[in-house]
């Protein structure tokens, strides 16, 4: 495929257990983000990878959520201890690089259950 | 990042032509005006995007206001799956500042009636 793929799909986990969620962007494509999109609601930024830069982790809302890109392509998000509030759709995007008219693409996204 | 404003919804009929408006009255020389949609149950999925100029593409058309106050977005013969909603965003081609990431507001909810 040639779009952005998400993994898992779906994840139910109980409250205080760790989740990752992976993301394949594009290939080539050197600019990686995340969003969280909990339900009814708008989307949140949370980081971003641009080449071998220092990521943007301004909109992590909490020091239990990080993230990390290997090499440059695949990106894992974790949630460690989660909590109910946590539970949304995580979506990651990818564009080729960082001008204003790079399109970027979305995953179709995790979507989180905390219970 | 300037902002924007759009109506919460709007409602338009199968095969008729949807204009969304954009306000974007405090936009700079340097803002792009993207257009992404999003699907129910899905990502946000591009849509278009311009500057200066109007824009036209397969999805959609993008008219710009002379003085970029304002933009409208056409689809020309909505369809059932044009039900989304829409997000009108501006990302400053300036250097400095974080115009590397989109910053989403409510958007509009198109409604199409069959």
């Known amino acids: 495929g040639a779009g952005v793929s998400q993994s898992p799909s779906n994840k139910v986990t109980e409250k205080g257990k760790d989740v990752e969620l992976r993301c394949d962007p594009i290939?080539?494509?050197?600019?990686l983000y995340w969003y969280r999109q909990s339900l009814g609601q708008g989307l949140e930024f949370l980081i971003y990878?641009?080449?071998?830069?220092?990521?943007?982790k301004s909109g992590l809302p909490s020091d239990r959520f990080s993230a990390e890109r290997t090499g440059g392509s695949v990106s894992t998000l974790t949630i460690q201890r989660t909590q109910q509030e946590d539970s949304a759709v995580y979506l990651c995007?990818?564009?080729?690089?960082?001008?204003?008219?790079?399109?970027?693409?979305f995953g179709e996204g995790s979507w989180l259950t905390v219970v | 990042d300037a902002k924007t404003t759009q109506p919460n919804s709007m409602e338009s009929n199968e095969e008729e032509p949807v204009h969304l408006p954009c306000n974007h009255s405090?936009?700079?020389?340097?803002?792009?005006i993207h257009w992404y949609r999003q699907l129910p149950s899905q990502g946000p999925e591009y849509v278009i995007h311009?500057?200066?100029s109007n824009v036209n593409n397969r999805m959609a058309s993008l008219a710009i206001a002379e003085d970029r106050k304002s933009s409208t977005l056409i689809l020309h013969r909505a369809t059932l799956r044009d039900a989304a909603v829409y997000y009108c965003?501006?990302?400053?081609?300036?250097?400095?500042?974080?115009?590397?990431?989109?910053?989403f507001g409510k958007g509009t909810l198109l409604t199409v009636n069959p």
């Open positions: 405090t936009i700079s020389g340097t803002d792009y």
């Open positions: 290939s080539g494509h050197t600019a």
């Open positions: 995007a990818s564009s080729l690089g960082t001008y204003p008219g790079n399109t970027i693409y």
């Open positions: 311009g500057l200066t």
């Open positions: 990878f641009q080449g071998n830069s220092a990521p943007d």
């Open positions: 965003i501006l990302r400053d081609m300036g250097s400095g500042g974080s115009n590397y990431k989109l910053t």
